[in-house]
């Protein structure tokens, strides 16, 4: 009974020649294969990157790094030009605010970021804000050059200066400085010439008298 119970069998055998094959600093978590060597987990898939900045968003980058800054190389740009740039394009807004752009301008501990860094700084200000991130760049690429309205502001400004320059509507001394056509009077409007005819200035009844006598 000794003898038969010392007995193994070759599967046995097999297992016990599989496990001390097996190394020892295995990852955690993976499957031993049937040379007994053991097979890594399935790596997690990495993030998608953006699509490189389009031609019309690196032109927009360019000009908006130049915007109030005269020495500007158009290679860099400040917290304060890239604020302007989205606001301009409506980026900034109820979702993204310029609280959450300075938090993630402010992670590359720089003034000034050169557009590759600031590609970077728009992924994740889009990845923390749930935005898309594509959306934000065409939007930053059709907002037009740095200080241009939208058409609705452009019409009331046009409307306003319309209203101002109607000089139909000027009054006082600013209404003598044009004739009836709306064409200026030049010094004539400006400034009273001596009138040695006798009569008052203003006067409506000037040589009138010779033909009513």
């Known amino acids: 009974m000794a003898d038969s119970a010392a007995k193994t069998t070759p599967e046995g055998d097999a297992a016990k020649d599989a496990s001390k094959e097996a190394p020892k600093?295995?990852?955690k978590g993976a499957a031993p294969a049937s040379n007994g060597t053991a097979t890594p987990p399935p790596a997690s898939a990495a993030p998608a990157a953006s699509s490189p900045p389009s031609a019309a968003f690196k032109e927009q980058f360019k000009a908006f790094s130049?915007?109030?800054d005269t020495k500007s190389d158009g290679k860099h740009i400040t917290l304060s030009q890239s604020?302007?740039?989205m606001k301009q394009a409506k980026v900034i807004d109820k979702t993204i605010t310029t609280t959450d752009t300075g938090i993630h301008f402010k992670k590359f501990k720089?003034?000034?970021i050169t557009l590759s860094d600031y590609i970077k700084f728009i992924e994740d200000l889009a990845k923390a804000r749930?935005?898309?991130v594509e959306e934000l760049k065409k939007k930053m690429a059709d907002c037009g050059p740095p200080g241009v309205t939208s058409a609705v502001a452009k019409s009331k400004a046009d409307a306003a200066?319309?209203?101002l320059t109607d000089v139909t509507k000027y009054t006082g001394s600013h209404k003598q400085r044009f004739d009836e056509a709306g064409k200026g009077r030049g010094l004539a409007g400006r400034k009273d010439s001596k009138d040695g005819s006798g009569y008052v200035q203003g006067y409506k009844d000037k040589d009138t008298?010779?033909?009513t006598h």
Request: no cysteine; aromatic share 14%.
């Open 25 to 27: 600093d295995a990852p």
């Open 66 to 68: 130049k915007f109030g």
């Open 110 to 112: 720089l003034l000034k």
């Open 130 to 132: 749930k935005a898309d």
């Open 209 to 211: 008298y010779s033909k």
């Open 161 to 163: 200066v319309e209203r």
């Open 83 to 85: 604020d302007k740039w």
